[in-house]
């Protein structure tokens, strides 16, 4: 977990400098990737809070996730994820977020979605980066290593 | 953490068995409980959402906590997780919930409330069971442990 914790160093060094609070949504990662940012001594002074929407109805109700988005679309797409972020942002005192919407499997899977698909989300209410990631691996695998990749993507969110 | 796993399988059994969904809302511990309690398979049957309430901000807006209850008592206080509590199972879909607000060190300590300390409320908003914890250990040590005595409380206070 080096490289993680010298992730989350450098995104803890962005945040503060730029005075940016961060929030976290998340779903299939379950609350992960708030636990790992937290691990890091003085975190409360850029993380300002989490979400872990596990049902549908928790993305529409603290995150105004449109029921249509998740009906069209479902809970794992880039336009859930996008919704989250946005969500994540308006309705708390941060300033950027991170949304994961994944299929962690070990069931969930269909043809079109299998086990290991994650949808991505970083950004602000204006803007969003999305990214979908198909991990291989079992329900932790997965689950690991979308943490690690939300941390990351914040990273190159906040350097680009 | 074989330990862990045998108490999140019983937890979950309880909770299906009488139809219970399960909030979690966490300061100190960061997310780590509800991580733990989705890395099994299937706990969308029983895991609601959880609330990350790192800022005192987080802990008014989402949970209800009351400022006066946080000034008066501190945000680490039987006061503030009974709160937590209740907020939590007000505010979401959840029928039972656990609440976690602690200091994980390294800093944030005083003579009253020394690095370690964590309260814990496990209940209803009709009824909670609360706890305080003196942990020893560094910052991991301190969340490992207080996520693990979180879950084993959840499994008291539903088996009681």
Not at 31 to 39: E, F
Not at 45 to 56: D, H, I, M, R
Not at 135 to 147: K, L, S, T
Request: aromatic letters at 6%.
């Amino acid at each position: 977990m080096a490289a993680r914790s010298d992730s989350i160093q450098a995104l803890a060094e962005m945040l503060l400098s730029r005075e940016l609070r961060l929030v976290t949504a998340e779903s299939c990662t379950g609350g992960g990737v708030a636990a790992a940012l937290t691990d890091m001594p003085g975190s409360s002074s850029w993380f300002e809070c989490g979400f872990v929407t596990y049902s549908n109805e928790a993305k529409i109700r603290y995150l105004d996730v449109p029921l249509a988005t998740i009906e069209q679309f479902g809970a794992v797409s880039e336009e859930t994820v996008r919704a989250m972020v946005r969500g994540a942002v308006n309705n708390s005192l941060g300033d950027v977020a991170v949304a994961i919407s994944g299929i962690a499997g070990p069931s969930g899977g269909s043809l079109e979605k299998p086990v290991g698909t994650v949808w991505f989300a970083w950004g602000s209410d204006e803007a969003q980066m999305t990214q979908c990631c198909q991990f291989q691996g079992d329900r932790e695998a997965v689950r690991e290593q979308a943490v690690t990749e939300a941390i990351q993507g914040l990273c190159r969110w906040l350097a680009s």
